[in-house]
């Protein structure tokens, strides 16, 4: 008998059309080729898509080696199969809602703590696996090297594994990123190229274990022309936009005072629920943070101006009732 896993996570990303989606946390500006990326996908859609060396060019383009996946999500499940045997699994308390669900599913034990590092790394066990979103899962805080290094030196005191989640790093001014024998992190494209359905990332550490059980083809024609297409970019397009959404950032920020180190905030509002279902009235889509362990905030992100400007006007005036 097979029986359905009791345990289930909510996403962003608009399920209906017609309304302005503010609950995915994507870059709005996507790369001046991606029609052209969409032809060559098509153009080499009738061949099984090998990247061994797109993933070497892109490992010289981050300067480490990576372990190229189909977004974060592959690379949790082959957290799964690599690392989650006989371990418990730590995670804080309000963060992305997959870690629980994967460690679920490889019948692991979850321990909840703090969202603060020096805190999370009081819990950490002989043989355990961390997960730590930087920046956060949903309120966009983001650690520096400093304060996450108590929990590395509990990793590594421990033989522990910190698996830390950088799904958001590129949306931050001036990241640091930690590195240890027992740290493995977690990237992918999909948000900070506005491209989620291309499903595609990376993984640094432990190559030779992530390549050992990945999916074959994994990121499909697409996500091999999008490789391609990369690193022809050398990630400029990054250079480009993330200065336009830094700007509306310091915008909203200061409209509706809220604040955050990556392209999205939350904001406590009262009744989740009721602020979302208003806010679809006016044709906006908001998340609510209930299943971050949440209820009484929204989850909102950074889009274009005139677009931010529609959100800030619909907030302000549901505060005004």
């Known amino acids: 008998m097979l029986r359905p896993i009791e345990f289930s996570t909510y996403h962003g990303g608009a399920r209906e059309g017609g309304l302005l989606d503010f609950s995915a946390s994507l870059n709005p500006y996507q790369p001046e080729w991606v029609n052209e990326m969409f032809e060559r996908a098509k ?29 974060i999500t592959e690379a949790l499940y082959l957290l799964g199969i690599l690392a989650l045997r006989g371990r418990d699994v730590i995670i804080p308390e309000h963060t992305y809602g997959e870690y629980g669900r994967v460690a679920r599913i490889f019948g692991r034990k979850v321990v909840k703590g703090p969202n603060e590092p020096e805190k999370l790394a009081e ?25 996450i290094k108590p929990l590395i030196d509990a990793v590594e005191d421990k033989k522990a594994l910190l698996v830390i989640d950088e799904a958001f790093i590129d949306f931050v001014q001036k990241p640091e990123s930690p590195s240890g024998e027992n740290v493995v992190k977690l990237r992918t494209f999909t948000k900070s190229y506005g491209l989620p359905g291309i499903r595609v990332g990376y993984v640094i550490g432990f190559p030779g274990a992530f390549k050992s059980v990945r999916m074959p083809w994994g990121i499909g024609s697409t996500g091999l022309a999008f490789l391609e297409f990369l690193l022809k970019d050398g990630f400029e397009h990054l250079r480009k936009t993330m200065p336009l959404v830094w700007r509306e950032k310091g915008r909203i920020e200061r409209a509706l005072s809220v604040k955050s180190d990556a392209n999205f905030f ?52 549901l505060e005004s009732l």
């Not at 819990?123 to 304060?147: A, H, I, Q, T």
């Not at 971050?292 to 959100?311: A, D, H, M, T």
């Open 123 to 147: 819990l950490v066990e002989k043989d355990s696996v961390v997960f730590f979103c930087n920046p956060n899962n949903p309120d966009g805080r983001f650690y520096r090297v400093k304060e």
């Open 266 to 317: 939350i904001k406590r509002v009262g009744d989740a629920k009721e602020v979302v279902e208003a806010l679809k009235r006016e044709g906006i889509l908001v998340r609510s943070c209930e299943s971050f362990g949440l209820p009484e905030f929204i989850r909102f992100s950074v889009r274009r101006p005139e677009e931010n400007e529609k959100l800030i006007r619909a907030l302000l005036g």
């Open 43 to 71: 153009e080499i859609s009738n061949r099984y898509p090998y990247y061994e060396k797109l993933e070497e060019g892109l490992s010289e383009l981050v300067r480490e080696e990576v372990t190229v996946t189909a977004g």
